[in-house]
């Protein structure tokens, strides 16, 4: 079945560092790939999308690529700063070759940013 | 302004009762969504509807029932039948019949314990 394996975190920076949160998939067929973000206390919204290969997806600063080559939909940032402190999920859906489209989600990933 | 609610945001449950959570979205979504939410695992389906008056179950269904009589209402029932029932419950709902493309949008939330 479809599965997304994402690194496990917490993960804690400082202020303006670099932030890649790794994610890599298993599907039927050609999934759309998604992140989603959840601040603390509140339900999921949508950080940004792609549909097919090579496409970049991209959103407050934040960028991610669908590489099919490495099944990878790594999540990047050139300089965080403390409000981007939230859990990052990775996504992708699929129809697993039936006519239902589901998402299937990773465990999420804790960032902390620090001033 | 479009959106979904959720209610209420925090419910507590005795041992052996059922409870009833509440989402209704006015976006004139077709499809709804519940997941759980638990600590370390991701969001993990329940229940899906993509049109009024049929839904499916989940990769969790157990324990839990679900209604679509209206476009806009996808309430979710937490049985006594369910072991483990404390979580975090999302409600999503996404556009079309829950087509490859499309992102789900997410309500706040309602945290729910068994006391």
């Known amino acids: 079945g479809d599965s997304v394996t994402q690194m496990e975190g917490p993960v804690t920076l400082s202020e303006e560092a670099f932030l890649t949160i790794n994610c890599t998939y298993t599907?039927?067929?050609?999934?759309?790939l998604f992140w989603y973000v959840q601040y603390p206390g509140e339900g999921l919204q949508l950080l940004l999308k792609a549909t097919k290969a090579d496409d970049k997806g991209s959103n407050k600063g934040f960028e991610a690529t669908y590489r099919k080559e490495t099944t990878s939909f790594h999540l990047e940032k050139g300089s965080v700063q403390v409000s981007d402190s939230a859990v990052y999920f990775c996504?992708?859906?699929?129809?697993?070759?039936?006519?239902?489209?589901?998402?299937?989600f990773g465990k999420g990933t804790l960032l902390t940013v620090n001033p | 302004d479009g959106g979904i609610t959720q209610s209420p945001k925090y419910l507590f449950r005795k041992e052996g009762q059922n409870v009833t959570l509440s989402c209704e979205q006015n976006?004139?979504?077709?499809?709804m969504y519940w997941y759980r939410q638990d600590p370390g695992q991701g969001l993990r389906l329940i229940y899906y509807?993509?049109?009024?008056?049929?839904?499916q179950k989940g990769d969790i269904a157990e324990g839990y029932s679900v209604s679509r009589e209206k476009k806009e209402s996808f309430p979710l029932t937490v049985t006594s039948a369910q072991k483990n029932p404390t979580a975090f419950y999302l409600c999503?709902?996404?556009?079309?019949?829950?087509?490859?493309?499309?992102?789900?949008?997410f309500g706040p939330g309602t945290r729910l314990t068994v006391l």
């Open positions: 996504a992708l859906s699929s129809n697993g070759g039936g006519s239902n489209y589901k998402l299937t």
């Open positions: 976006l004139n979504h077709d499809a």
């Open positions: 509807s993509q049109i009024v008056n049929d839904f």
């Open positions: 999503a709902s996404s556009p079309d019949q829950g087509g490859a493309y499309n992102e789900q949008f």
């Open positions: 599907a039927t067929g050609y999934p759309s």
